[in-house]
């Protein structure tokens, strides 16, 4: 049974940092490809990051980029995501996800947002609530 577990999250000053991890569990986590995405209160998912199982390439949200770093640990089946200098408008939870690639994970989030599929969501977490404030 695939199941991905996020801890890391918490309560923290504008500035600061926090870093997220998603146990992988049930599979073989370097075998795919695996993404961060976000959901605020009100607010549309938004993929944040992916790494790719292949070579390791990674991908970030552009609001991210230069704050946030994705790395993983094969040997015990986990990706992290380093969040630094966080801001207010960095609220929210987040999930990881396990997709084949990374493209397939940003439309595995837009199918599941137009057209209600149900199938991704097997291999999401649960996730962790991010919140960023003074």
């Known amino acids: 049974q695939v199941q991905l577990v996020e801890t890391g999250g918490g309560l923290v000053q504008p500035g600061g940092s926090l870093r997220l991890s998603c146990a992988a569990s049930g599979f073989t986590s370097d075998w795919y490809a695996i993404g961060w995405f976000r959901q605020a209160p009100g607010k549309e998912r938004e993929g944040v990051s992916c790494i790719a199982s292949t070579d390791g390439s990674t991908y970030y949200l552009d609001s991210v980029k230069g704050r946030f770093t994705i790395t993983r640990d094969n040997a015990k089946n986990t990706v992290y995501l380093q969040m630094n200098s966080l801001k207010p408008e960095d609220t929210a939870v987040y999930h990881c996800?396990?997709?084949?690639?990374?493209?397939?994970?940003?439309?595995?989030?837009?199918?599941?947002?137009?057209?209600?599929?149900?199938?991704?969501?097997?291999?999401w977490g649960q996730g962790t609530q991010v919140t960023v404030s003074s």
């Open positions: 996800a396990a997709s084949s690639n990374c493209r397939s994970f940003e439309e595995e989030l837009i199918r599941v947002a137009l057209y209600g599929d149900e199938g991704p969501r097997k291999h």
